[in-house]
């Protein structure tokens, strides 16, 4: 059967998250405690507060752990709602890499390990990082290089290495780090403010819309007890596609809140905008890419919704989301282009929030795999499919 269809409460979810991003988030986007490197921590405490009033905090987490329990299909209606401020996802809690994070401590990690991570990290307490990519020659989109070595030493992994790009690690408590032991790919959990991590620098980036921007970190003979091992040793590359391929939907799910935004701006400039005698709207060109722009969000939503779906099932999901990640951050992207073009000069200006969701959308094409390696694992699937393909 398809049904397309709402409950009353995902209607009634979908509502509440509207009213709390237009009334008590937008309002703040003006804030000055922002800069290149994301929204300041004592912003974000601030916005997770009037979340947290409204019931609204970590709707992804069970609520064993503080969050409201929401499966996917729900998670995707309240986080699309939430990604319509840049603001919303943080005051919400279910921003990247936290969100992820959050999911993947809640599958895989002790009671012990989640009462000391988990617990905070959802109440907003904390903050997190998840530390997989190196500079060349190591890991990037391919995991295989990890160069980050973590070496047994009694009761304790000794971790060595470098990463970099790494999401929040700025003001982050701790840190889930990937890194290649005798018994091959290991997630380790260290506080950050363990001897032994050295932040290098924050890099400049084309986004400003994670808290503590992104950094290069090194490890240098940091000791990790055995007890913060993620999960057993040596299925580090097992997880991280536990985290991924919900985590890559969720950056679907927010950005197409976001690119709805744009549309809307741009859809309500072109109906009153005259030039040559009639509104924007009215000459062909521009209401084609008004009409692309629909054709475009519907289909990122179908494909998110149908993603979720399975993933609510508890079926494979690795292809949907996959086709999802690359559909949406190419569509969605698109989107926010003609969005630019309608406004003419104001596209480009900081005047709308229109020229930061452009650029902002340009990175999602890169992390959580570049579109180019959704698109190769999808046609090494396809190929197999025919039984031409190796395995
Ligand atoms: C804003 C941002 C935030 C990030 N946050 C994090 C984080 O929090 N933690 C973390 O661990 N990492 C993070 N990353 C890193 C991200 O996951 C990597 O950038 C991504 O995996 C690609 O790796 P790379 O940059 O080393 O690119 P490379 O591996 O050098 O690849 C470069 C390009 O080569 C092409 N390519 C690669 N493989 C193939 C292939 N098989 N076929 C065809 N083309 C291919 C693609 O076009 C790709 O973009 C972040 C990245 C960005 C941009």
């Known amino acids: 059967?398809?049904?397309?269809?709402?409950?009353?409460?995902?209607?009634?979810?979908?509502?509440?998250?509207?009213?709390?991003?237009?009334?008590?988030?937008?309002?703040?986007?003006?804030?000055?405690?922002?800069?290149?490197?994301?929204?300041?921590?004592?912003?974000?405490?601030?916005?997770?507060?009037?979340?947290?009033?409204?019931?609204?905090?970590?709707?992804?987490?069970?609520?064993?752990?503080?969050?409201?329990?929401?499966?996917?299909?729900?998670?995707?209606?309240?986080?699309?709602?939430?990604?319509?401020?840049?603001?919303?996802?943080?005051?919400?809690?279910?921003?990247?890499?936290?969100?992820?994070?959050?999911?993947?401590?809640?599958?895989?990690?002790?009671?012990?390990?989640?009462?000391?991570?988990?617990?905070?990290?959802?109440a907003g307490e904390?903050?997190?990082?998840?530390?997989?990519?190196?500079?060349?020659?190591?890991?990037?989109?391919?995991?295989?290089?990890?160069?980050?070595?973590a070496r047994r030493d009694g009761d304790h992994y000794v971790v060595n290495g470098r990463k970099w790009l790494i999401?929040?690690?700025?003001?982050?408590?701790?840190?889930?780090?990937?890194a290649r032991s005798e018994e091959g790919a290991t997630m380790l959990l260290s506080d950050m403010s363990a001897p032994g991590i050295v932040i290098e620098r924050i890099l400049?980036?084309?986004?400003?819309?994670?808290?503590?921007?992104?950094?290069?970190?090194?490890?240098?003979?940091?000791?990790?007890?055995?007890?913060?091992?993620?999960?057993?040793?040596?299925?580090?590359?097992?997880?991280?596609?536990?985290?991924?391929?919900?985590a890559r939907l969720t950056h679907c799910m927010r950005w197409l809140g976001a690119a709805t935004r744009a549309h809307e701006i741009a859809r309500d400039y072109a109906a009153r905008r005259q030039a040559f005698g009639r509104v924007l709207g009215e000459h062909e060109g521009v209401g084609f890419m008004l009409a692309d722009n629909e054709i475009d969000l519907h289909q990122c939503r179908l494909a998110i919704w149908h993603c979720a779906w399975l993933l609510d099932r508890g079926l494979s999901a690795g292809s949907a989301s996959s086709m999802a990640k690359v559909l949406c951050s190419e569509a969605l992207f698109r989107v926010a282009d003609r969005c630019v073009q309608i406004l003419g000069g104001m596209g480009v200006t900081h005047d709308t929030v229109v020229e930061r969701i452009f650029r902002e959308l340009r990175a999602f094409r890169i992390y959580d795999g570049p579109s180019e390696v959704h698109r190769w694992a999808l046609a090494r699937r396809a190929l197999r499919a025919s039984g031409a393909g190796h395995s």
């Open 1 to 122: 059967m398809i049904d397309f269809s709402l409950s009353s409460e995902q209607e009634a979810l979908r509502a509440r998250v509207q009213a709390f991003i237009r009334d008590r988030v937008i309002p703040r986007e003006g804030d000055v405690r922002q800069g290149p490197h994301g929204p300041h921590d004592d912003l974000r405490r601030e916005l997770n507060a009037l979340a947290r009033a409204e019931g609204l905090l970590a709707p992804h987490v069970g609520r064993d752990w503080g969050g409201l329990g929401l499966d996917h299909v729900s998670c995707a209606i309240a986080f699309e709602a939430a990604g319509y401020s840049p603001l919303g996802p943080i005051a919400m809690n279910c921003s990247a890499p936290d969100e992820g994070n959050m999911h993947m401590l809640e599958l895989i990690a002790t009671e012990a390990q989640k009462e000391r991570f988990l617990r905070p990290l959802a």
């Open 167 to 178: 999401t929040g690690a700025q003001g982050a408590a701790f840190a889930i780090i990937m």
């Open 204 to 246: 400049d980036t084309i986004d400003q819309g994670f808290a503590g921007g992104h950094a290069v970190l090194r490890f240098e003979n940091l000791r990790v007890p055995e007890e913060n091992v993620l999960g057993a040793p040596g299925e580090g590359f097992k997880y991280a596609q536990v985290r991924l391929a919900p």
């Open 126 to 149: 904390t903050r997190s990082c998840f530390a997989m990519t190196e500079p060349a020659p190591g890991a990037g989109a391919d995991p295989n290089l990890l160069n980050t070595e």
